[in-house]
């Protein structure tokens, strides 16, 4: 049996989270998925459409918080419990410490950023991506107990079931996993975040100034896009720091990811090289970004934008 951990925001369950039950299920076993605090009962109940036979509860309020220890605790008693040899999370800042704490309690092979399902002709052999995407590793978990991390976009949560089974889970919460607690919070504005954005329109210093981000702003808009922009121009206040990607700052894998007047310096590339496609518009052809693009339009982006954001309308 596969247990899968669905993280939840706002108490709505991400879509990462549905990636990894569409993984689970596509490895052939029954899957158990299990949400921890205040979930809408609606979301969990859908989880049957990407492949949950059951899903498990923790509602205990003191679960709201992400203290990884508790979590990590958590999820080792439900895999006793429901004797899963597999776990399957999303990468996440939350997900992948997890994940490495359970591995640890439990003597388990870990692996993480798998790209693939697992090949099971010979052993338990997994893909991962390493190097900020550069490249693979093929590694072969071969404890009976097995955590399994897997990237952004390594399955598609396509709707193949009905309705799942809620059952409450309940269990004695050991004061020692809230020793570290989390006293403050600052969490990311708008409609769209990039972490779960299916399209990002992104800027860099080719914009010129703060005053020039409307139209990148109305095009997201049109696109139902996240926005975000490159270090240099979060570094000098013209974006918020939660916009900045890249390898040091939030790593994206959107179905489309449009680069605006960004060079596309290596640290830059690290953040978004997953993506499944990349459109560049920067007026300097030997902008490296290019190299990159699965698109490119060389020119002027204030003559671009414009023209781009009310074609898209028109097509509406």
Known sequence: MILVFVESAEGKIKRTSLEAIAYAHGMGGPVTAIALGNVDATELTSLGKYGAQKVLHAADSKLNQGIIQAYASVLTKAMQDEGADILVLANSSLGTPVAARVATKINASLATNVVALPDTSSGFVVKRSIYTGKAFSVVDLT?????????????????????????PFTLALNDADFAASITSTEKATGEILLPEAQIVVSGGRGMKGPEHWGMLEDLAKTLHAATGCSKPVSDMGWRP???????TGVKVAPQLYIAIGISGAIQHLAGVNSSKCI??????????????ADYGIVGDAFEIIPKLTEAIKQSK
């Open 143 to 167: 404890k009976p107990k097995k955590v399994i991390v897997i990237k952004k976009n390594a399955a598609e949560p396509k709707e193949v079931g009905g309705t799942a089974q809620v059952v």
């Open 241 to 247: 720091h939660h916009e900045h990607v890249g390898q």
């Open 279 to 292: 459109v560049v518009i920067n007026k300097d052809p030997d902008a490296p970004f290019f190299k990159a």
